[in-house]
C-alpha cells in the first residue's frame, strides 16, 4: 500500500508521509509604538494557546505559542540598540500537559506559569528570564525573584543567533513541547561587510522531535517507562504523573513542520541551525555528502570559514551555515541526521531539498575566508578554577535525579564568580550520559576534553586522567554558550564574567533533567572572595 492510500496515524510515523510540507520560514515580530521607549525598539508578544498543524495530513494541534504561532516570531535586533520586549501570558489556567507536582517549585504555585529566557544573551539579570522570575496571566501572581514585566535587551555582544523559550521553574520541559519557542538574530555591521546571503535566502531552522497521539495531539509520557528499579529506603510511592529521564519524538519537526521540504534555487544559502529538543542530539550532514561552510557557533562568528561534513548539535547549540548548492541543479538533497542514541529509520532524516527553483538574477553573496577577528581567552589569565562534578542519585521516590556538584537547586551558591574574573570550570561528568551544559549570561570558550578514571573518582574523589587532553571538535571552536560533557571526560571551558552582577544559572539543557533539579544557581559578585572556599583552586 502506497501513503495515498494509507491512512495517516499520527502516532505511527510509518504511516506519515515525508517531505510533502513546504518549509515555514518564521515571521519577523514588528515593533510597536510606546511613547516610553526609543521609536522600533518596543515589542509585545502574546503567549497564547493556539491550533496548529503540524502536517498536511494531520488534524489541527492544540499548541501553545508565542503570538500564537509555533516557532515564534523572529525578534530582530541590532548591536549596541536595546530591544525591549513585553511577553504577555494570556495562556489557560491549566496545562494540557501532564505536570508532576512533586517537582521543586511546582507543587504550591499556580499550574501555569512562565517566564522568557534570551538564550545565549549578555543581559542583566533582571531581563535573564531567571526560573523563579516566572509569572501568570495577566501578572495575578508572580515568582520570588520576578522584577520587571518588560525585559530589557541591550544586545552589547557580538551579531549572532539566539533563541527565547520558556524558563518556568519545573515546567520549562512541557512548555517547550507545548510550543512556547522562537528565534532572535542579533546583526551587527559585519554581516553586510561579509556578503552573505540574505533575505530570501538566509532562513533559520528550528529542529525538533515529538510524538502525536492518533487524534493529532501533542503526547508527552506521564510515567517513567519501565519505572527506575532501584529501592530507596522507605520510598513513597512514585507520582504519577511523573518526570521522565528524556522525551524523546518519533517525529522530527523544522519550523513546526513534520519532515518538511524546502525548493531552492542553485545559489548559496545561509542557514542558522538551532537544536530545540528536549533531549535529543543531532548529527547533521548533507546525504550527498557534500561539505558544509560553518561561519558561526552559538557567539557569533568564527575567526574563519571551516569546511565540515557534519556537525554534531545537543539540546539548544546552534551552527551557522552556508549551503551552496550551484552545482546541484535539479537534484534532492536530504538533510540527515546520523546520531546514534535514539537511530531509527524515521529520525535519521531531517528535512529536503529541492534544488528545482530557476535562478532569480546572479548570486552575489560570498562564503567568505577570513570572519571575525580572533579575541581568545588564555588560561593563564583565570582567576580561578572550578572542578564541577556531575554526579547521579535517586531521589525520594527512587527515581534517577542527575545534579551538578552533588547539589540540588535549592542549595546554598556555591559559584560566585566576580565581575571582571576570568574563569575556568571543569565538567567532571561521572554519569552514563553526556550533559549538553548550558551557562547564562557568559559565552565561552572550549579548551579541551581529557578521559579520567571514573570508579575512583566517584569512589575517592581523585582526579586520575587516563588519556591525554582532547581538543575541541572543528565545529565548537568559536564561542559557545552550551558545551557537550562527554561521558567518562572533562571538559574544560574558560569564559569572562563581565558587565553584570547578579543572579544567573547554569543548568543541562536536557530539559527534563533541568526540572528535576540539573540546575543550579550563580550569583556574579563586584568584589572578589575574601575567603577561598574549598572547592576553589585559585591560582
Not at 538551532?274 to 557557533?297: A, M
Not at 576570568?422 to 579548551?447: G, M, R, Y
Request: aromatic residues 10%.
Amino acid at each position: 500500500m502506497n501513503f495515498s492510500e494509507q491512512p495517516v496515524n499520527p502516532a505511527d510515523p510509518n504511516t506519515i508521509p515525508k517531505f510533502i510540507d513546504k518549509l515555514v520560514k518564521p515571521p519577523t515580530a514588528r515593533p510597536r509604538a510606546n511613547k516610553n521607549y526609543p521609536a522600533n525598539s518596543y515589542y509585545e508578544i502574546q503567549m497564547l494557546k493556539s491550533k496548529h498543524r503540524f502536517h498536511k495530513n494531520f488534524p489541527f494541534t492544540e499548541v501553545w505559542g508565542y503570538d500564537g504561532i509555533v516557532p515564534g516570531p523572529t525578534i530582530e535586533a541590532k548591536k549596541d540598540y536595546t530591544t525591549y520586549v513585553k511577553y504577555l501570558n494570556r495562556l489557560p489556567e491549566k496545562h494540557f500537559l501532564p505536570i508532576d507536582y512533586s517537582l521543586h517549585g511546582v507543587n504550591n504555585s499556580a499550574e501555569v506559569r512562565t517566564v522568557v529566557h534570551l538564550h545565549g544573551a549578555n543581559v542583566a539579570s533582571a531581563s535573564d528570564g531567571h526560573p523563579e522570575a516566572w509569572y501568570t496571566k495577566n501578572y495575578a501572581a508572580t515568582g520570588p525573584t520576578f522584577k520587571q514585566e518588560v525585559h530589557e535587551y541591550t544586545n552589547h555582544q557580538p551579531g549572532t543567533t539566539l533563541w527565547y523559550h520558556d524558563h518556568a521553574m519545573g515546567l520549562t520541559r512541557l512548555n517547550v513541547v507545548a510550543g512556547l519557542a522562537g528565534f532572535y538574530l542579533l546583526r551587527d555591521s559585519s554581516e553586510e561587510r561579509l556578503q552573505l546571503p540574505k533575505g530570501n535566502y538566509e532562513i533559520p531552522l528550528l529542529i525538533q522531535d515529538k510524538s502525536f497521539n492518533e487524534d493529532g495531539s501533542i503526547f508527552y509520557p506521564t510515567e517513567l517507562d519501565p519505572p527506575f528499579p532501584l529501592p530507596v529506603p522507605d520510598q513513597l510511592p512514585l507520582p504519577n504523573p511523573t518526570v521522565t529521564l528524556g522525551y524523546v519524538g518519533n517525529t522530527i519537526l523544522v519550523n513546526g513542520k513534520v519532515w518538511p521540504l524546502l525548493n531552492v534555487e542553485p545559489r548559496k544559502y545561509r542557514f542558522r541551525i538551532l537544536n530545540g529538543s528536549n533531549r535529543r542530539s543531532y548529527n547533521l550532514r548533507l546525504s550527498n555528502d557534500e561539505k558544509i561552510s560553518q561561519i558561526g557557533t552559538d557567539g557569533g562568528f568564527l575567526a574563519a570559514t571551516v569546511d565540515i561534513g557534519s556537525v554534531e548539535l545537543n539540546p539548544a547549540e546552534r551552527v551557522d551555515v552556508i549551503i551552496d548548492f550551484s552545482n546541484f541543479a535539479n537534484e534532492e538533497i536530504i538533510l540527515m541526521n546520523d546520531d546514534d542514541e535514539f537511530a531509527d529509520d524515521h529520525t535519521n532524516v531531517i528535512m529536503k531539498f529541492n534544488v528545482n527553483l530557476p535562478l532569480k538574477g546572479e548570486d552575489t553573496s560570498q562564503i567568505p575566508t577570513l570572519l571575525e577577528p580572533a579575541m581568545d581567552l588564555h588560561e593563564h589569565h583565570a582567576h580561578t578554577v572550578r572542578d564541577l562534578p556531575l554526579t547521579s542519585t535517586l531521589d525520594r521516590y527512587g527515581r534517577l535525579m542527575l545534579l551538578l556538584g552533588d547539589k540540588m537547586y535549592h542549595d546554598p551558591a556555591t559559584e560566585k564568580p566576580a565581575l571582571d574574573s576570568i574563569e575556568v570550570w571543569n565538567f567532571i561528568n561521572t554519569t552514563a550520559v553526556h550533559h549538553p551544559i548550558h551557562v547564562h549570561l557568559v559565552q565561552f570558550k572550549i579548551l579541551e576534553r581529557r578521559p579520567f578514571n571514573v570508579d575512583l573518582y566517584v569512589a575517592e574523589g581523585k582526579l586520575q586522567f587516563t588519556g591525554p587532553p582532547e581538543e575541541p571538535h572543528e565545529y565548537e571552536r568559536g564561542w559557545k554558550d552550551t558545551v557537550k560533557a562527554d561521558i567518562g571526560k572533562v571538559t574544560k571551558i574558560i569564559m569572562h564574567w563581565k558587565e553584570h552582577t547578579g543572579d544567573y544559572i547554569w543548568h543541562c539543557h536536557f530539559l527534563e533533567h533541568e526540572d528535576h533539579d540539573m540546575m543550579r544557581p550563580i550569583r556574579v559578585i563586584k568584589d572578589a572572595h575574601p575567603v577561598t572556599p574549598p572547592h576553589i583552586n585559585d591560582h
